[in-house]
């Protein structure tokens, strides 16, 4: 069985359409822990923002939130699904799987963006595009886990709007990138997952993977995107050959119920996989540690 935690957190992006990020935090969260049988545990954030500090947007406000997560992932007795909030939100839960599984544990980054920056390559300051480069070990020390995550381990799905610094890292194979090109089908994602030699997978779904025709209430949303049919088939896919040992759902910008509805199948395929995941734990990979 797992765990759902609402993180709320909106400062970690910068655009306007992130004050909607808290209402559809909760609708969206409120929605799987009905549709997957889960309570809903909200962990608390702060609502304000503070200046953006050595490169970060509320750099201060989003600490306070840190720690705040990381007292509930403490707590935690099973695998996490998060529901965000920005993505910010994942490089903690990011930290506990490596931290609870060792180093061959890999992650799988649904996103239209690379999430891949520091704050000295960060465009906009927007820690929701660093979430992922800070699970690797690089960037800002208060904000990078203590036990680094490997980007060769790491497969990028459906990414299409990089920043120049990330575009290099990705042209330079620090992580694989499976980008939607015509003829897509899932044997793309579970190619590279074998590929990356992953024991188990983190599995990030940022709502901007989607196309717009589907969903449109991702922050920042892209045309070109994937369906959700085809989000939750590759879920399914890679669920049946690695164990998926956490999850997290981000960048919901809606609480609007006719919208949100649309993602009933992939929260169903985020659940099985998870519940599969869990199944294959043995008592050496207990959840009884804690995690800084
Ligand atoms: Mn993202």
Redesign the pocket.
């Known amino acids: 069985m797992f765990e759902l935690h609402a993180v709320a957190q909106r400062q970690g992006a910068v655009v306007a359409k992130s004050s909607w990020l808290p209402t559809g935090c909760f609708a969206l969260a409120d929605l799987a822990g009905k549709v997957l049988g889960t309570p809903v545990r909200r962990v608390p954030v702060r609502a304000g923002t503070s200046p953006l500090v050595g490169g970060i947007a509320s750099r201060e406000v989003l600490l306070v939130n840190r720690a705040l997560q990381l007292t509930a992932l403490n707590e935690a007795r099973g695998p996490v699904l998060t529901i965000g909030g920005d ?1 910010g939100v994942e490089t903690l839960p990011l930290g506990l799987v490596r931290q609870r599984f060792g180093p061959t544990v890999g992650v799988l980054w649904f ?1 239209a ?1 690379g ?1 891949l920056n520091t704050p000295a390559t960060s465009p906009s300051g927007a820690y ?1 595009g660093m ?1 992922l480069r800070h699970a690797f070990g690089e960037g800002d020390r208060d904000f990078v886990v203590d036990t680094p995550l490997s980007p060769r381990r790491t497969v990028l799905v459906g990414a299409r709007v990089l920043d120049p610094g990330e575009q290099a890292l990705i042209d330079r194979g620090l992580v694989r990138h499976v980008p939607i090109e015509q003829g897509w089908h899932s044997s793309w994602v579970t190619g590279a997952a074998e590929a990356s030699r992953a024991s188990q997978f983190y599995l990030h779904i ?1 709502l ?1 993977v989607l196309d717009p025709s589907e969903f449109a209430d991702a922050t920042c949303p892209e045309p070109g995107g994937l369906l959700v049919s085809e989000v939750a088939d590759a879920v399914a896919a890679v669920a049946s050959i690695r164990p998926i040992v956490g999850a997290g759902i ?2 919901c910008a809606t609480d609007r119920h006719d919208r949100l509805r649309v993602l009933v199948p992939l929260l169903r395929a985020v659940g099985a996989a998870l519940r599969a995941g869990s199944g294959e734990l043995s008592v050496s990979q207990g959840w009884s540690s804690r995690h800084r």
């Open positions: 993505c996103d963006h999430d929701h979430a940022d901007d981000t960048e």
